[in-house]
């Protein structure tokens, strides 16, 4: 039973924001940034290879990682929760969507103008010049081979790098400006499937907060911080915003 409050913000807000992290992939398949890895990457943290630190020491395993995950999300489809984040987007005047994760499964779901705080899969680039180098061409992503050597810049010759943001690394300026700004004037505020533990991307809730946004959690886990946001559903997101998506728009 959806709370009536979510219907009705829902119906009357303006401005509506979104903050996903790896739960809303779950259910495509995607393991979550702390579930143990699988298979080849089983023996592998994943908060230990998201370093630049680790792309120093092996860069072919951690190339391999991200070829891996590529391999992964472009395997994967958009899931329910994608697609109702997409629907309820649609009918959102003033709607903003940010993402912790890597994936395009927003985009693919009809999601647009994602703002992408920890960077694409999709998007290496040069470590020299910056040149973007998109889905390295040609490279056929192996899950049996698990060290790749990261491919050469096109234009410098340059070793090139995943274009995410790792662990000590800043954040995109823009993507984190407009984060802000959205969650600070946000009225009703999602934050979906993440754990919450990463900053200064979990701090964006607590700016929803300080504004006085109505702020829902969804996750069928407690992340510990149910008691700071207005209404806390415990569920998976799929289920869940489906629901949403039904009780305020009869859509299903
Ligand atoms: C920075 C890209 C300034 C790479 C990622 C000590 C204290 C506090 C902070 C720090 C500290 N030491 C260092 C820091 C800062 C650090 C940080 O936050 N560390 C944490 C771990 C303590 N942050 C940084 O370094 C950031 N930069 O601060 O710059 C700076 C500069 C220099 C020096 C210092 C500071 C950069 C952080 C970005 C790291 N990159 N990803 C890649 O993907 O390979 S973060 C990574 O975690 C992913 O992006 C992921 O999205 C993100 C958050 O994780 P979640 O999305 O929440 O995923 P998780 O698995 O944790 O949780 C999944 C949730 O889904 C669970 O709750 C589960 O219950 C739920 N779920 C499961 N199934 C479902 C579901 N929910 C709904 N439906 C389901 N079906
Ligand atoms: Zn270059």
Known sequence: MTDERIVDALRASRRVVF?????????????????RQTGLWERFDAAELATPEAFERDAPLVWGWYEWRRALARSAQPNAAHRAIAAIGDRIPNFTLITQNVDDLHERAGSRDVVHLHGELGRSRCEQCGLEHRDP???????????????????????VRPGVVWFGEQLPEDAWQRARDAAQRSELFFVCGTSSLVQPAASLTDLAIGAGALTVQINPNLTGIESTVSVALRGSAGAVLSEILAATWGVR
């Open 19 to 35: 903050l996903t992290g790896a739960g809303v992939s779950a259910e495509s398949g995607i393991p979550t940034f702390r579930d």
């Open 137 to 159: 061409a040609g490279r056929v992503a192996s899950l049996e081979q698990r060290r790749i050597d990261p491919p050469r810049c096109r234009g410098c010759g340059a070793r």
